[in-house]
């Protein structure tokens, strides 16, 4: 088997050598190639792609993991996970183990499957998109931070801005507009299982070809936290808007921020996102006989 590595060499530092050594144990050759700020995986497994590889493995956080899914997506490559990051969502949602060999033997005998991927501003997602509190948390919670205290910075970062501004947009599916007011936050996803047991989409099927929405209405801190706390439980709540649909936009009052698979982007007053139905193919553990 021809296999590449797109690898992390600041976020899989540890990560790297136990790979390399449960490579090297399987008498497993493999093309090693780094992410860098000009490339964060894309290029490098479309390169990886039209070298021959029949493998790439994802060696890195939920930015590496989502760069290497849309540079593998539309092709007949799958892509392994090697989970080195702090929220590592593909990877959970998945039920890749976390553990680098155990990961590894998932990725080369595991079952391949198809999933549905996200679409925004032409860039893929694998897990889901969201504009509001949780781009905020995402955008200003350092790396020093998870790399300190792991995925609690992002609890300590939520905290902060518990009290923000809600953002003001106007959410469609299709050619219907759902509803139009004041949010802490806008997701929509493939798949929603978070570390804590929270699964956002519990109804989620990820080859589908539906993505699913959720919004947490909110006026102010106390309602965001109650919304939010409706979502996690999966309570009925008039707070929170669930929709499914190939297809949704969201209009804002003003730019905001915006992150795909736990990674900010840059402000924007509309987000138009669709489903590509089947468009990855992803090594995951072996189904129960």
């Known amino acids: ?86 929220g590592n969502l593909l990877a959970r949602n998945l039920e890749i183990p976390m553990n680098v060999e155990e990961a590894l033997d998932v990725a080369l005998s595991g079952d391949k499957r198809s999933l549905d991927a996200g679409e925004v501003e032409g860039e893929v997602f694998t897990v889901m998109a969201g504009a509001g509190v949780d781009a905020v948390i995402m955008d200003e919670t350092s790396s020093e931070a998870k790399d300190r205290l792991g995925s609690l910075a992002y609890v300590i970062e939520g905290a902060k801005h518990i009290f923000d501004e809600p953002i003001e947009a106007t959410v469609s599916a299709g050619d219907s507009v759902l509803s139009s007011g004041a949010w802490a936050t806008i997701l929509v996803g493939n798949l929603g299982r978070l570390q804590g047991g929270i699964d956002l989409f519990p109804d989620s099927k990820p080859g589908d070809g539906r993505l699913n929405l959720i919004g947490l209405a909110a006026n102010g801190g106390l309602e965001a936290i109650a919304a939010g706390v409706a979502a996690a439980t999966q309570s009925h709540s008039d707070r929170l808007l669930r929709a499914t649909g190939t297809s949704f936009t969201i209009e804002f009052s003003e730019p905001v921020r915006y992150e795909l698979d736990g990674e900010a982007r840059s402000p924007i007053d509309r987000l138009e996102i669709r489903v590509r139905p089947g468009a990855l193919l992803a090594m995951t553990p072996k189904s129960a006989t």
């Open 1 to 86: 088997m021809r296999l590449a590595v797109v690898v992390n060499p600041v976020g899989a530092v540890d990560e790297r050598p136990e790979l390399e050594a449960a490579l090297g144990k399987r008498s497993i050759d493999a093309t090693w190639i780094e992410t860098s700020e000009e490339d964060p995986g894309v290029s490098a497994a479309k390169a990886a792609v039209a070298d021959g590889a029949e493998l790439v493995l994802a060696c890195g956080g939920d930015g590496t993991v989502r760069a290497v899914a849309e540079g593998v997506s539309e092709t007949s490559v799958p892509i392994g996970i090697i989970p080195a990051g702090t």
